[in-house]
Nanobody, 115 residues
Framework: QVQLVESGGGLVQPGGSLRLSCAAS????????MGWYRQAPGKQPNLVAR???????NYADSVKGRFTISRDNAKNTVYLQMNSLKPEDTAVYYC?????????WGQGTQVTVSS
């Protein structure tokens, strides 16, 4: 079982930035594909960004050029740098860790973009 703990969410004005962090409790963090999903009220979770254990990344079209996923294997932590935030980025953001066939989810952190 892998525990994932997100932090860094909050309220930010449009155009602002936030950095989310996710700490994982595993001795083989570097083996996992790490991801960030978000869920807006009344909607299904959608992939925001993902980074494989080899460093390959992919992003949702809506965040390309604004969000950056990174990882620090020495700290068992994955990050999501979010710039130029828009009101439509408002959601609960979840960290995921995948080692096929299992995916673990964090408890989520709220991001609200509003003036």
């Amino acid at each position: 079982q892998v525990q994932l703990v997100e932090s860094g969410g909050g309220l930010v004005q449009p155009g602002g930035s936030l950095r989310l962090s996710c700490a994982a409790s595993t001795n083989i963090f570097s083996s996992y594909t790490m991801g960030w999903y978000r869920q807006a009220p009344g909607k299904q979770p959608n992939l925001v960004a993902r980074m494989t254990n080899g460093g390959t990344t992919n992003y949702a079209d809506s965040v390309k050029g604004r969000f950056t996923i990174s990882r620090d294997n020495a700290k068992n932590t994955v990050y999501l740098q979010m710039n130029s935030l828009k009101p439509e980025d408002t959601a609960v953001y979840y960290c995921t860790a995948t080692l096929i066939p299992t995916t673990y989810w964090g408890q989520g952190t709220q991001v609200t973009v509003s003036s």
